[in-house]
């Protein structure tokens, strides 16, 4: 098949999680679309060190573009690493598949934003049900799909019972975080403990080009977009008329739709001519539609880890102890954590961060000063082969740091600058800072059953000569977290909706352009991502089904 005969329809730049979900949706309404996805990497859909538990080709692997950020001034200047999935299902085919919605005041604000209710929570839930199968029809059912496209199994319903379980639950119960009601993180308000939950069946992996079946859809792997094409078909007017291939192929289609994720989404408008002039400048790139906020905006979540020693590891409460549950098959089916925790942050501490930040006390109404989640905690039972540890993670899921995606070459060949701009404002050194302090008291202090009778102080760092423990300062806890902060793999907000496109994912200023896929995120979303792609991608699929 020569895909450069014919003009298709839709054309995909990238066939990741919103592509896969978009056009499935498309072509369900109108059979008779002819579609075109294109995308970088492979279909590793059959690939058992992919689909199977416990695959190891994931971050780091074959399918990973290994990014690097930019030298991160907040972080000693280090450069992170920032995979992101290469092949068809994009991030789904190598990312962890927590489950996680975030708050329904994030997507409020979404929707106060661009001022369009369909972006709100109650706009997105229909979307997020029709998008899972839960796998209770008891739990929350108003907030869960029973009939979507993604299995979300929980570490309940695999039957992973940690032996640590009780204990940890009593724990946070006994610094003040309470258990949610059906212990179910994914209903709108997450702050507690809920269950961990997973878009895997049994463990096996859902990329998303798999559930949402591409049956029907023709698709190009392995191939290189280099471009969009877009014409002057008027005077003053730009319309996207196809795409062109790295080598060199010309492609075209009634509607072009760039789905290629946060980092390479800005790439691609500017390598076009839509973007900045300044940057586009920089490299001769004619400019097209000189938008400024093409690539602003930028953020990710970020994350830091420490490990805690086991007292007594012949007791069998961490992966690798001779603990013969963990025998059991359905112990490697997923991440190996009872719970998902979200916490809010100390206010007087807040509000003296967002003054340093902004210059001027907040109003009482500031958004940040509503009770939201601002930190996630996961503690974690495979800490060491042997059993004898037990880490502790934590996630900024409301930075307010934002950096740029930017070109570093006019070239698709290379990738685009990465600025995640990490830790840059004083609210998130605050809530890093906070969060630590209460994974401290949790692991390390007499206040919690954890603390008193189960573990036996921090691992600590390579670089430092002490460990985490309640006596901590503020100052050892924040060069412990500039020396070990990383990325939570959710870049985000490098194509804004408002800024750069519309309410109905349409690039302002160019016809028959869209971006759908978290680069239009335009507000950092305190869940893990999946779930607002795959619920905005399924909005996506019937706004442009009636948009024709
Ligand atoms: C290691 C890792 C762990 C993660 N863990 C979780 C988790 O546990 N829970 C969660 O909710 N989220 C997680 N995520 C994030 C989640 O997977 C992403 O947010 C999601 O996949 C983003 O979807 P998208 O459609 O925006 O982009 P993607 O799914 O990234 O799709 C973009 C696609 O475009 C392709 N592409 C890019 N440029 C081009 C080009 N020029 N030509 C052709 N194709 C191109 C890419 O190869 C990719 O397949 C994780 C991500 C990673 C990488």
Redesign the pocket.
């Known amino acids: 098949m020569d895909s450069s005969d014919k003009l298709w329809d839709y054309v995909f730049?990238?066939?990741?999680?919103?592509?896969s979900v978009v056009s499935h949706r498309l072509l369900e309404h109108d059979p008779n679309l002819k579609i075109l996805i294109?995308?970088?990497?492979p279909n590793v859909s059959d690939r058992e060190d992919i689909v199977w538990p416990s695959s190891t080709n994931?971050?780091g692997g074959d399918f990973?573009?290994k990014y690097n950020t930019t030298s991160q001034a907040n972080l000693n200047g280090r450069n992170v690493s920032l995979?992101?999935?290469?092949?068809?299902?994009?991030?789904?085919a190598?990312?962890?598949?927590?489950?996680?919605r975030g708050d329904k005041f994030d997507f409020d604000l979404w929707g106060s934003m661009v001022n369009d209710k369909r972006w709100t929570y109650e706009g997105l839930l229909p979307y997020m049900r029709k998008s899972e199968r839960l796998w209770s029809d008891t739990i929350n059912t108003e907030q869960h799909g029973q009939e979507g496209p993604s299995l979300i199994q929980s570490v309940t319903s695999t039957n992973r019972h940690f032996p640590l379980r009780s204990h940890a639950l009593q724990a946070w119960g006994e610094i003040g975080i309470d258990a949610l009601p059906h212990l179910d993180g994914n209903a709108g308000n997450p702050l507690g403990v809920g269950d961990l939950q997973e878009n895997k069946m049994s463990g096996r992996r859902e990329i998303a080009s798999s559930v949402y079946s591409l049956d029907g859809i023709t698709v190009l792997t392995e191939?290189?977009?280099e471009k969009l094409v877009i014409k002057e078909t008027a005077p003053g007017q730009l319309s996207a008329v196809g795409i062109k291939l790295q080598n060199g192929t010309e492609i075209h289609g009634r509607e072009i739709i760039v789905?290629?994720?946060?980092v390479?989404s800005p790439q691609?408008l500017m390598l076009s001519g839509i973007g900045p002039a300044e940057e586009l400048a920089k490299f001769n790139i004619p400019v097209l539609l000189n938008n400024p906020h093409v690539g602003k905006n930028f953020s990710d979540h970020s994350l830091f880890y420490h490990t805690w020693r086991v007292k007594d590891p012949s007791a069998g409460w961490a992966l690798g102890s001779p603990n013969a549950l963990f025998r059991e098959p359905q112990y490697g089916w997923g991440t190996p954590t009872d719970f998902v925790v979200a916490s809010d942050v100390p206010k007087d501490g807040l509000i003296a961060a967002i003054t340093e930040d902004e210059g001027v006390a907040p109003e009482p109404n500031h958004p940040l000063l509503l009770k939201r989640t601002f930190a996630e905690h996961v503690f974690g039972y495979g800490g060491a082969p042997d059993g004898s540890q037990v880490t502790f993670a934590v996630v900024i899921m409301l930075p307010t740091s934002r950096g740029t995606v930017k070109l570093a070459s006019p070239s698709?060949s290379d990738p685009p600058l990465i600025d995640p701009n990490y830790a840059s404002t004083a609210v998130d050194r605050y809530v890093l800072r906070e969060a630590v302090k209460l994974q401290i008291r949790y692991a390390g202090s007499k206040e919690t059953v954890i603390g008193r009778e189960i573990l036996n102080g921090e691992v600590g760092a390579p670089g430092f000569d002490e460990q985490f423990s309640i006596n901590s300062t503020d100052e050892y806890i924040d060069a412990r977290v500039k020396a070990g902060l990383g990325s939570c793999?959710?870049p985000m907000g490098s194509v804004s909706m408002g800024s750069v496109v519309d309410t109905n994912l349409r690039v302002k200023g160019v016809n028959n352009l869209r971006v759908i896929?978290?680069?239009v995120i335009p507000v950092a979303i305190s869940?893990?991502?999946?779930?607002a792609?795959f619920a905005m991608a399924e909005q996506a699929a019937e706004i442009i089904f009636s948009d024709r």
Do not use: F
Not at 13 to 19: E, K, N
Not at 527 to 531: A, E, K
């Open positions: 730049v990238g066939g990741g999680l919103s592509a294109v995308e970088a990497g994931l971050i990973d573009w995979p992101c999935g290469k092949a068809l299902g994009g991030g789904t190598i990312n962890t598949n927590a489950w996680i191939t290189l977009v789905s290629a994720g946060a390479r691609l698709i793999y959710h896929d978290t680069s869940g893990h991502l999946q779930v792609a």
